[in-house]
């Protein structure tokens, strides 16, 4: 299995502010896909958002970012005007094109939005 | 929306006891998967089907092994329970790999084991 870090194993933040989660990830492949999952205390998961490894361009939904640097193998996740909503925990994923396309997951970061 | 069911939200078993672990699908997906849920260590996969009878062992087998003999159903199992196979247990599908790697994988509300 490929190797997924998330470096932050709890983080907080103040209702309306910024949060960055971090995730670094190991791999030899040129193709692949990474995403960030998230998992609130109702643990339903659901995904956040994906990038294509090939696209340049860092994806975006709404108030979630992501900062794809393919170089350094680092794929950060940007919360903006952070919710109570986004309390949950949060995981990293590699998906191998190689590999049957299985994901890859990180040990995932807690996210408490203060109110 | 996708649902994904999984039949016991929390279970407890005894240890050698043979456990089954339910997950249907409404979305008719190809693709289903068993993954394990432990704290510092994310999800692991277990095992995987891309269709019907088939299967494919994933990161941690062992200890573990699984059914599907209808599409939308996908079981767990594990043989005789140990006290180490106290977890969460998430199943997921996706549609068929080859319409794109992107596909979103859909979870279930996940399984809560404690074996004692």
């Known amino acids: 299995a490929q190797t997924v870090t998330q470096s932050q194993p709890e983080m907080s933040v103040q209702e309306a502010e910024t949060v960055t989660l971090s995730c670094t990830y190991d791999?030899?492949?040129?193709?692949?896909?990474l995403f960030w999952y998230k998992q609130p205390p109702s643990r339903q998961m659901i995904l956040v958002i994906r990038?294509?490894?090939?696209?340049?361009q860092n994806a975006t939904e709404n108030r979630f970012s992501v900062n794809f640097q393919k170089a350094a193998k680092s794929f950060s996740l940007k919360i903006s005007d952070s919710q109570l909503g986004d309390t949950a925990m949060y995981f990293c994923?590699?998906?191998?094109?190689?590999?049957?396309?299985?994901?890859?997951f990180g040990a995932g970061t807690t996210v408490t939005v203060r109110a | 929306d996708v649902k994904v069911t999984q039949s016991s939200r929390y279970l407890v078993k005894r240890t050698g006891e043979k456990v089954f672990l339910e997950c249907v699908q409404d979305?008719?997906?190809?693709?289903m998967f068993w993954y394990r849920q432990d704290p510092g260590l994310g999800l692991r996969l277990i095992y995987f089907?891309?269709?019907?009878?088939?299967?494919e062992k994933g990161d941690i087998p062992e200890g573990y092994s699984v059914s599907r003999e209808k599409k939308e159903r996908f079981s767990l199992i594990l043989e005789s329970a140990s006290t180490n196979q106290t977890s969460m247990y998430l199943c997921?599908?996706?549609?068929?790999?080859?319409?794109?790697?992107?596909?979103?994988?859909?979870f279930g509300e996940g399984s809560w084991l404690t074996v004692v």
């Open positions: 997921a599908s996706s549609i068929a790999g080859g319409q794109g790697p992107g596909n979103t994988i859909y």
């Open positions: 791999t030899s492949e040129n193709n692949y896909y």
């Open positions: 990038q294509e490894a090939y696209k340049q």
């Open positions: 994923a590699f998906m191998s094109l190689s590999n049957d396309y299985k994901l890859s």
């Open positions: 979305m008719d997906h190809e693709n």
């Open positions: 089907s891309y269709d019907v009878k088939m299967k």
